[in-house]
């Protein structure tokens, strides 16, 4: 029987020998429930611990690497910016908009818990082929999740991705990205100190839902209606984004008048992940009075208390003389506010019923994590992978009509961004729809900036399944190069990355091999570039219709402006200015690689070839040069768009779409050299006056220029490949994404 | 004291637009339902409510009808109640 | 003399910060108000600033109109004082019933952030006043419900009385007659949805939003000194 409940609940007969030598007996249910929702993958990471660990972590700038809530780096100025991506991929499979919404309160959660008030929010979301109307109403339905919870719980989305392919139609991926502002100095970590002191629960009642796997227990003998008990509790957890307002200014309050020694929020495995982790990280211990959460219904056994993922709660560890003051905060925010433990010199996390009542479990709290197993699993190159690669789509036939298949390529997502506030804050410079949001480096809650002392952050979101699929290392590296590309275009330097790991089953050898290679090429660019990895999650298990996903790293990159004076060109075109290429130019003319390129991909349905090379330390430069040409403050140039996804063809088509101005371009040979996604390219717009200065900057950073043609009249014209009408491309562009979904296009703009 | 139980449904008033309904009107076609048309979106609220009769029951609930759970200027409200 | 300006924050607000913000660097005074207070202290003008008072629960506006704070503003309302709602605190306003007619959810059916034009319509207002009629200004809209509704004979009276103070130039939302922006008969209560402290800084795209809150600025200022002398 006992055997049966371990395996139930997710744990290996090694693992359950394992937690009965840490305890030296046998564990009870309630701390089965707990071992099992702890080491689970999602909470103990532990297929990919062993690959993480290969990741450069550090940095001049880091203050907090990965293993706390978020990332922290120093702004400078005496403030720090965190940073967290997560995933809510499975959640929002089953129920799009409360998956997507609860996805936005966690990370939340994790950015406020560091001290930090978030200002901005990014959603890169992929989704299967449009076509088929589930994956319409999942879109559709995250969409608006993000939306109704994003805006009413008043934190800006700037920006993200939303890509579409048929390897995402049963389990959409829905990352969300946090950023936080802080003053150094209240920077708060989630650990427990002071025996005596105590842990107060915030935030809202405690509820079945989210106990997912942990519920088997409800069957263990304990009754004799399993499905009865099961409908008592609901996999889909419903966010309140009102609560959750209310969480962050109180908890915000709380940092600002310093009554709290550490605090923590409650995601994944609830009151036990909290507990345990605030106490371990102290080198403490706990005692939890079940008894005392507050809960949403009569009758909830210990373990489900235990192990609840309701929504909108937070921990915070604070001395008994600082208690009622917190409690004060608490009632004037109309947050729920409850001592539900405290600190101990044992070590041990125990679980009480009632303070002077019976002992209901009593582990070692480090064991929980620290003891939690690590698999090195066993990982194999797919076999079809050599020959997929051989097959190189310069077989393919050129197209009979190169405009038409520009058009197809032209995406606007503002119907998605138009839903979402953008702008709150007052802090949005660029707007989602840019190479990457751009913001200024400020908040409520920490000194307005004046105008001549303004600091500026940017970020950017970035994944390519079509490059990791071909190459897991080289593509990984490839979406950090363009990731960094994109920050550097809106004029900041790169500083830090945050990961999303999304990848298929971990027991298939294949995916740990993708998994493995990813890490890889990110460490590989990240280490030529100077970026720290300041944190990540990894999602496994994406799998739909028993074929694993693509594998998708997605990374989101955070760039630091130092003198924020003048909003960055962007994706522009002026008429008689001059249209330069600059970086990885030499191969215009030799038909560079198709390999990945969406044009391959999504109008060819061809998924083969090699990867381009990458140069680190040519891109190393060109990051340099770009930041430096667009921030300079006598705007050298007046248009600029990084060349990835669609090629040379789809940076001038969206430049042009963008600024209502066209083109005249010459020297671009065939199809290959208009839709290759060569690394390392960009493409700028510039005025006659300064284009011998711009020319001089970028030969003596060492890197290709060539002049391509001008911003002209209203035509997209490519000597001998595109001559398209610029109104009928704007027209491609807009409707695209409204008329894949299926929704109407909003008369606005 | 008697309790009650009560329904409030809240509609939007006749002639007032009702963008929701129109839209699931819209797609009702689509999905076979041809027979079907006029459709309003609204909201319900159930609770129960202590008076000494019915007639004060209703005058309670109406009464918060009013002021809070409708919009005079575009919601109309009615009223179910049944014993306890 | 600067104009004090008191920002009204229900439990849900989320733009008091912004208006703070965009009033001080144009000279104001601006504070933060508590919605548990009963009185609004000493200030020139109120604002009810955008947001989800109480998570829009019910309606948006519904519940924050019964917030202690919101007897102070009918009392300054009544008393001539500016009060102006942004966005949410259009919809707290009507509500409220200091301004007439409702706000539903957007003809698309979905949220809608995005920057528009708007034409000013009438400078019988505390924040349009002085501002040249016809003018066009492109500030930021940021709401789920924000298409204007009301009764023929009150649409009759706002057209006669020269209180549709700001229309869109191409309707986002289904609002009744373009309607951006509305004041009662004195002209001293406003609500508009388009937020114009979202315009008030080049950095950020347009700076038209201080054209409006400029006109609040001096209308509270001379409303404080007619109050004074009386």
């Known amino acids: 029987m006992e055997g049966e409940i371990h395996r139930a609940l997710g744990l290996t007969d090694d693992e359950a020998v394992q937690i009965e030598r840490l305890l030296g007996r046998q564990p009870n249910h309630l701390e089965l429930a707990m071992y099992s929702v702890m080491w689970s993958e999602h909470c103990s990471y532990k297929s990919s611990r062993v690959h993480l660990k290969r990741l450069p972590t550090e940095g001049q700038r880091v203050l907090v690497g990965p293993g706390e809530n978020a990332g922290v780096v120093d702004a400078g100025g005496g403030l720090a910016i965190a940073l967290r991506i997560e995933s809510h991929n499975h959640p929002s499979a089953i129920e799009p908009y409360q998956g997507a919404a609860t996805g936005v309160g966690g990370i939340l959660r994790d950015i406020f818990t560091m001290g930090a008030r978030p200002i901005a929010l990014m959603d890169p979301l992929r989704f299967g082929s449009p076509k088929d109307p589930r994956s319409r109403w999942i879109a559709t339905g995250v969409i608006s999740g993000i939306s109704g919870y994003g805006n009413s719980v008043g934190v800006p989305t700037v920006g993200g991705e939303i890509v579409f392919d048929e390897c995402y139609a049963d389990n959409p991926l829905v990352n969300v990205l946090c950023c936080g502002v802080l003053p150094v100095d209240r920077l708060v970590l989630g650990r427990a100190s002071g025996v005596g002191n105590l842990a107060v629960l915030l935030g809202s009642t405690t509820g079945r839902d989210g106990i997912g796997g942990v519920s088997v227990l409800a069957s263990a003998g304990f009754s004799d209606?399993?499905?009865?008990?099961?409908?008592?509790?609901?996999?889909?957890?419903?966010?309140?984004?009102?609560?959750?307002?209310?969480?962050?200014?109180?908890?915000?309050?709380?940092?600002?008048?310093?009554?709290?020694?550490?605090?923590?929020?409650?995601?994944?495995?609830?009151?036990?992940?909290?507990?345990?982790?605030?106490?371990?990280?102290?080198?403490?211990?706990?005692?939890?009075?079940?008894?005392?959460?507050?809960?949403?219904?009569?009758?909830?056994?210990?373990?489900?208390?235990?192990?609840?993922?309701?929504?909108?709660?937070?921990?915070?560890?604070?001395?008994?003389?600082?208690?009622?003051?917190?409690?004060?905060?608490?009632?004037?925010?109309?947050?729920?506010?409850?001592?539900?433990?405290?600190?101990?010199?044992?070590?041990?996390?125990?679980?009480?019923?009632?303070?002077?009542?019976?002992?209901?479990?009593?582990?070692?709290?480090?064991?929980?994590?620290?003891?939690?197993?690590?698999?090195?699993?066993?990982?194999?190159?797919?076999?079809?992978?050599?020959?997929?690669?051989?097959?190189?789509?310069?077989?393919?036939?050129?197209?009979?009509?190169?405009?038409?298949?520009?058009?197809?390529?032209?995406?606007?997502p503002s119907w998605v961004y138009r839903q979402y506030d953008h702008q709150l804050f007052l802090n949005t410079v660029v707007a989602p729809g840019g190479d990457a949001a751009l913001l200024r480096l400020a908040g409520p809650g920490v000194p307005t900036p004046t105008p001549d002392d303004r600091r500026g952050l940017a970020l950017s979101t970035d994944g390519n399944a079509?490059?990791?699929?071909?190459?897991?290392?080289?593509?990984?590296?490839?979406?950090?190069?363009?990731?960094?590309?994109?920050?550097?275009?809106?004029?900041?330097?790169?500083?830090?990355?945050v990961n999303c790991l999304n990848f298929g089953n971990p027991e298939h050898p294949e995916v740990m091999w993708q998994l493995s290679e990813a890490i890889d090429g990110m460490a590989d660019a990240c280490r030529a570039l100077g970026i720290p990895v300041i944190g990540g999650n990894v999602s496994l298990y994406n799998e739909s219709r028993g074929v694993d996903i693509d594998p998708t790293p997605v990374v989101g990159t955070l760039g630091l402006v130092e003198h924020l004076r003048r909003r960055p060109p962007g994706l522009n075109l002026v008429d008689g200015s001059s249209i330069i290429m600059v970086g990885a130019v030499g191969s215009l003319a030799a038909a560079p690689s198709l390999?990945?390129?969406?044009?391959?991909?999504?109008?060819?349905?061809?998924?083969?070839?090699?990867?381009?090379?990458?140069?680190?330390?040519?891109?190393?430069?060109?990051?340099?040069?770009?930041?430096?040409?667009?921030?300079?403050?006598?705007?050298?140039?007046?248009?600029?768009?990084?060349?990835?996804?669609?090629?040379?063809?789809?940076?001038?088509?969206?430049?042009?779409?963008?600024?209502?101005?066209?083109?005249?371009?010459?020297?671009?040979?065939?199809?290959?050299?208009?839709?290759?996604?060569?690394?390392?390219?960009?493409?700028?717009?510039?005025?006659?006056?300064?284009?011998?200065?711009?020319?001089?900057?970028?030969?003596?950073?060492?890197?290709?220029?060539?002049?391509?043609?001008?911003?002209?009249?209203?035509?997209?014209?490519?000597?001998?490949?595109?001559?398209?009408?610029?109104?009928?491309?704007?027209?491609?562009?807009?409707?695209?994404?409204?008329?894949?979904?299926?929704?109407?296009?909003?008369?606005?703009? | 004291m008697t309790r009650f139980r009560a329904l409030v449904e809240v509609s939007l008033r006749p002639g007032i637009a009702d963008p929701q309904g129109a839209t699931i009107e819209r797609a009702l076609p689509a999905l076979g339902f041809e027979a079907i048309s006029g459709v309003r979106a609204g909201k319900a609220f159930r609770f129960v409510v202590d008076a000494t009769d019915e007639h004060a029951a209703r005058k309670q609930v109406d009464d918060l009808c009013r002021r809070l759970l409708t919009n005079p200027v575009i919601e109309d409200s009615a009223v179910t109640l049944e014993q306890a | 003399m600067t104009a004090r300006i008191g920002v009204v924050l229900f439990p849900g607000s989320n733009c008091e910060h912004d208006v703070v913000e965009a009033?001080?660097?144009?000279?104001?005074?601006?504070?933060?108000?508590?919605?548990?207070?009963?009185?609004?202290?000493?200030?020139?003008?109120?604002?009810?600033?955008?947001?989800?008072?109480?998570?829009?629960?019910?309606?948006?506006?519904?519940?924050?109109?019964?917030?202690?704070?919101?007897?102070?503003?009918?009392?300054?309302?009544?008393?001539?004082?500016?009060?102006?709602?942004?966005?949410?605190?259009?919809?707290?306003?009507?509500?409220?019933?200091?301004?007439?007619?409702?706000?539903?959810?957007?003809?698309?059916?979905?949220?809608?952030?995005?920057?528009?034009?708007?034409e000013v319509f009438s400078d019988r207002s505390v924040l349009t006043s002085g501002v040249e009629v016809g003018s066009r200004l492109r500030i930021p809209i940021n709401h789920f419900e924000g298409s204007y509704i009301c009764d023929q004979s009150t649409l009759d009276e706002l057209r006669a009385e020269g209180r549709i103070i700001l229309r869109y130039v191409d309707n986002p939302n289904g609002s009744l007659a373009d309607i951006a922006g509305i004041a009662n008969a004195a002209g001293n209560v406003v609500g508009l949805m388009p937020h114009p402290e979202r315009a008030a800084d080049a950095l950020f795209g347009s700076t038209d939003g201080r054209i409006l809150l400029g006109a609040l600025l001096r209308s509270a200022l001379a409303w404080s000194a007619v109050a004074a002398g009386s």
């Open chain 1, 225 to 412: 209606d399993a499905g009865a008990e099961e409908a008592k509790r609901p996999n889909v957890q419903v966010g309140d984004p009102f609560e959750e307002k209310r969480l962050i200014e109180a908890c915000l309050q709380l940092l600002d008048e310093s009554l709290v020694i550490g605090i923590q929020d409650l995601g994944g495995a609830g009151l036990t992940c909290a507990t345990s982790e605030t106490a371990s990280r102290g080198g403490v211990g706990m005692d939890v009075d079940v008894t005392a959460v507050p809960r949403r219904e009569p009758g909830m056994e210990p373990w489900e208390v235990m192990t609840s993922e309701s929504q909108e709660r937070m921990l915070a560890i604070v001395t008994p003389e600082a208690c009622d003051r917190v409690l004060d905060v608490c009632r004037s925010w109309e947050v729920r506010a409850t001592v539900v433990g405290r600190v101990t010199e044992s070590g041990r996390l125990r679980i009480v019923d009632g303070w002077d009542g019976k002992v209901l479990a009593d582990v070692p709290a480090a064991t929980l994590h620290e003891d939690a197993p690590v698999y090195n699993r066993a990982m194999a190159r797919p076999a079809g992978l050599d020959a997929r690669q051989a097959d190189d789509p310069s077989r393919l036939p050129s197209p009979p009509d190169v405009g038409s298949d520009l058009l197809a390529l032209l995406v606007d």
């Open chain 1, 466 to 497: 079509r490059w990791c699929s071909l190459d897991p290392r080289a593509g990984t590296a490839l979406v950090v190069a363009e990731s960094a590309l994109n920050v550097a275009c809106v004029g900041a330097d790169p500083v830090a990355l």
């Open chain 1, 595 to 749: 390999a990945g390129s969406r044009w391959a991909v999504e109008l060819n349905d061809h998924r083969g070839g090699r990867l381009p090379d990458l140069d680190f330390v040519l891109h190393a430069r060109l990051l340099s040069l770009v930041a430096d040409l667009v921030g300079d403050s006598s705007g050298l140039v007046d248009g600029v768009h990084d060349v990835s996804e669609g090629g040379l063809g789809l940076a001038l088509a969206e430049m042009a779409v963008n600024s209502g101005v066209g083109f005249m371009v010459r020297g671009v040979v065939d199809h290959a050299a208009l839709f290759g996604e060569e690394p390392s390219r960009v493409v700028f717009s510039v005025p006659d006056r300064s284009l011998a200065e711009v020319r001089r900057r970028v030969e003596s950073a060492a890197l290709g220029f060539v002049e391509l043609g001008r911003g002209f009249g209203d035509r997209l014209f490519i000597e001998g490949l595109v001559d398209v009408n610029l109104a009928e491309a704007v027209d491609a562009w807009r409707s695209w994404l409204p008329a894949a979904l299926g929704v109407e296009l909003s008369t606005a703009d």
């Open chain 3, 23 to 118: 009033v001080n660097a144009l000279g104001g005074d601006a504070h933060i108000v508590w919605h548990d207070d009963r009185s609004l202290g000493t200030v020139d003008a109120v604002v009810l600033p955008g947001g989800f008072a109480h998570g829009d629960y019910l309606r948006p506006g519904a519940l924050a109109r019964f917030s202690p704070i919101m007897g102070a503003v009918e009392a300054f309302a009544a008393g001539g004082g500016p009060v102006v709602g942004i966005c949410n605190g259009f919809q707290v306003l009507t509500e409220a019933h200091l301004l007439p007619g409702a706000l539903q959810k957007n003809r698309g059916l979905t949220f809608l952030c995005t920057t528009v034009e708007v």
